[in-house]
């Protein structure tokens, strides 16, 4: 069990750097193509809530499983 939860930290923490460069990425090449003007409008202010909190989502699951870790014997 203890490798199985060391295994699920191990998958979120990927996780959460996927969507970090996906959400740096996209910024980049938005901004490159629209001018930081339009980063602002709404769609794209919804957009980058949501994928901070899908990231903080993952890393709780990431905090999770490592203290579930840590905590076995």
């Known amino acids: ?11 979120f923490c990927l996780w959460f750097i996927a969507d970090l460069i996906s959400v740096i990425g996209y910024t980049v090449t938005y901004v490159e193509s629209n001018g930081i ?24 699951g990431f905090i999770f499983f490592l203290t579930l870790y840590r905590r076995q014997k």
């Open 1 to 11: 069990m203890k490798k199985v939860s060391l295994f699920a930290a191990i998958c």
């Open 37 to 60: 003007e339009g980063l602002l409008s709404s769609l794209n202010v919804i957009y980058f809530v949501q994928s901070v909190i899908e990231m903080l989502a993952v890393l709780s």
